[in-house]
T-cell receptor
Framework: NAGVMQNPRHLVRRRGQEARLRCSPM?????VYWYRQLPEEGLKFMVY????????ESGMPKERFSAEFPKEGPSILRIQQVVRGDSAAYFC???????????????FGPGTRLLVL | AQKVTQAQTEISVVEKEDVTLDCVYE???????LFWYKQPPSGELVFLIR??????QNEISGRYSWNFQKSTSSFNFTITASQVVDSAVYFC?????????FGKGTRLSVIA
């Protein structure tokens, strides 16, 4: 019973490059959430998606960041023109479908550690 | 706005000691859920417990127990007879009608 999968686990980019982070939810889960964790900080919500829909992107920076969860394939978090401040751990979580999605248990992937040089 | 406070930044205990991690929350939602997650040194996040706002019964799972007190807006976590493998950062989190909000975590070090 595979859990939430994320790849790559580690990603190194130079300033100005693009970073693409992938997340496959747990089997049977249709809700995906992305979080960012800065060093010595808790996780901060970025975006919540269902298949082909962005439901809540209130935590997403307005520029350079985008997310998608296509009908087929993993969810993608994309960061364009990365800057040093984007260096962080990015976690994906998934949950079952529910009328109150934020209140369902979210199961997390192992995270992608992004380092911007 | 929702808020979770974990006042203890770091705790260090000797193996076999009991330890309690504090969590205090703020919310205006009448229905909400509280969570604890563990982040071991390997970095992944492991779900430990989910508790809804209408269920104030304490919960015990092996060496772990949780004390939910609505009157003080607290959801504390106790590890009994701690072990070295319990060394990790523990996060308390809150979800109502808005996205999950995490505390800053408590780093627990259990020394053999």
């Amino acid at each position: 019973n595979a859990g939430v999968m994320q790849n790559p686990r580690h990603l190194v980019r130079r300033r100005g490059q693009e970073a693409r982070l992938r997340c496959s939810p747990m089997k049977g889960h249709s809700h995906v959430y992305w979080y960012r964790q800065l060093p010595e900080e808790g996780l901060k919500f970025m975006v919540y998606l269902q298949k082909e829909n962005i439901i809540d992107e209130s935590g997403m920076p307005k520029e350079r960041f985008s997310a998608e969860f296509p009908k087929e394939g993993p969810s993608i978090l994309r960061i364009q023109q990365v800057v040093r401040g984007d260096s962080a751990a990015y976690f994906c979580a998934s949950s079952l479908a529910s009328g109150t999605p934020y209140q369902e248990t979210q199961y997390f992937g192992p995270g992608t550690r992004l380092l911007v040089l | 706005a929702q808020k979770v406070t974990q006042a203890q930044t770091e705790i260090s205990v000797v193996e076999k000691e009991d330890v309690t991690l504090d969590c205090v929350y703020e919310t205006r939602d009448t229905t909400y859920y509280l969570f604890w997650y563990k982040q071991p040194p390997s970095g992944e996040l492991v779900f430990l417990i989910r508790r809804n706002s209408f269920d104030e019964q304490n919960e015990i799972s092996g060496r772990y127990s949780w004390n939910f007190q609505k009157s003080t807006s607290s959801f504390n976590f106790t590890i009994t007879a701690s072990q070295v493998v319990d060394s990790a950062v523990y996060f308390c989190a809150l979800a109502g009608n808005t996205p999950l909000v995490f505390g800053k975590g408590t780093r627990l070090s259990v020394i053999a």
